[in-house]
């Protein structure tokens, strides 16, 4: 192959390549010149075939006018789509459908979810002796009632009892001496200081015998409270001391529900107020009083503690029970009140809207305790107001509404 078809060749390949890449460009540039072209004489073709069809009387341009007329007007076809911007709510000036409530004053009551609570007793203590030494007598029966002051059992004392003994016999020598020396001072015959360590040695003497009394009653068990003794867990002529448990005692009338809730359904819950309790097991269902909380959350659990009283007049409920809690808030009567869903929270306010005159009015409003379902109003809602309570997100200031449904 010679030098000039190697040239001939290489510029048929460079022209092609520039030709695909150039092809997409001119399509284009082609495109743009015949559209007009094409659009009149299908404009053309169209109307020919209306005046064909129209006739002599020119029906075919009649309905043309006609129906160019009705899209101006906002015929059929215009109006289909006017009204599906209206359902949609969105547009701006399209009036959106909405539900409402009609404010009225109705009775705020709130009822928590059920919670689960423990039945405890009133009082409950172990019971050991104050000192230590060999136990000589056990004076309660497992299981029955004690009262209050009651002696249960008592370790050896003995060796208390004959130094309490010695005490006592040098008390009347002490007061002797005593008197002694107040006739000798009254005539001068002692001195003061004499007679006043006389006094100061019987009024130590009387002191120790007060310190082994109180060491004599360290030796005996006696009941703390009214309640009934539990197991025992020792035995006569065993050694005891402070760290020994002797046995339980229990007060279980009244008895005590104890349960907690979280830290926003603390505010319905006050002394006073009534709930229900079921034990577990147990198909009755009981009512009891609440008497106490806590007096701070715990930051750990987020919750606080309750504790209700059962009277137990019968002593047949017994403490240690699960039970399942109902708690009943109290009752606000005369509440105005507003679903939580028609409420937004916006730049730390509370707002709503109402429906005023066709319009959607914006209000601020003052909120108290809130339930699961409604919010209590305290200012800014009226009695009689209709307030929104769908589509409020969609909602502003002085858009158009229309009441769909009115709950």
Known sequence: ??????????????????????????????????????????????????????????????????QGGDQQRGGPSAGGSQRGGTSGGG??????????????????????????????????????????GKITGIFFQEGSPVKKGQLLAKINDRPLQAELQKLQSQVQLAGDRVFRQKSLLEKDAVSKEAYEQATTELDKLQA???????????????????????LRYVSEGAYANPSTIITNLTKIVPLKIEFSVNEKQAEFVSAGMEINFQPDGDLSVYKANV????????????????????????GRMRPGRSAKIEVHSTPIPNALTAPNESIIKEMGRDIAYIYSGGIAKQIVMDIGKRTESNTQILNGLNAGDTLIISGVMQLRDGLPVVIENIN
């Open 291 to 314: 008497y106490a909380k806590e007096t701070r959350v715990d930051p750990k659990l987020f919750s606080l503690k309750v504790r209700a009283l059962y009277p137990n007049t019968n």
């Open 91 to 132: 547009g701006r000036g399209m009036a959106l459908n909405v539900n409402v409530k009609i404010v009225k004053p109705e009775t705020l009551v709130n009822i928590l979810p059920p919670i689960t609570g423990v039945i405890i007793p009133d009082e409950e203590v172990d019971l050991t002796f104050e000192s230590s």
């Open 208 to 230: 120790d015998i007060e310190l082994i009394k109180a060491r004599i009653a360290q030796t005996e068990l006696l009941a703390p409270f009214d309640g009934n003794i539990g």
């Open 1 to 66: 192959m010679n030098k000039i078809t190697k040239i001939i060749l290489f510029s048929a390949i460079a022209l092609l390549i520039a030709g695909m890449a150039l092809y997409p460009t001119i399509k284009k540039m082609f495109n743009k010149e015949n559209a007009p072209v094409e659009a009149t004489a299908q404009g053309r073709q169209s109307g020919g075939g209306q005046a064909n069809r129209g006739g002599p009387s020119g029906e075919g341009q009649q309905r043309g006018g006609q």
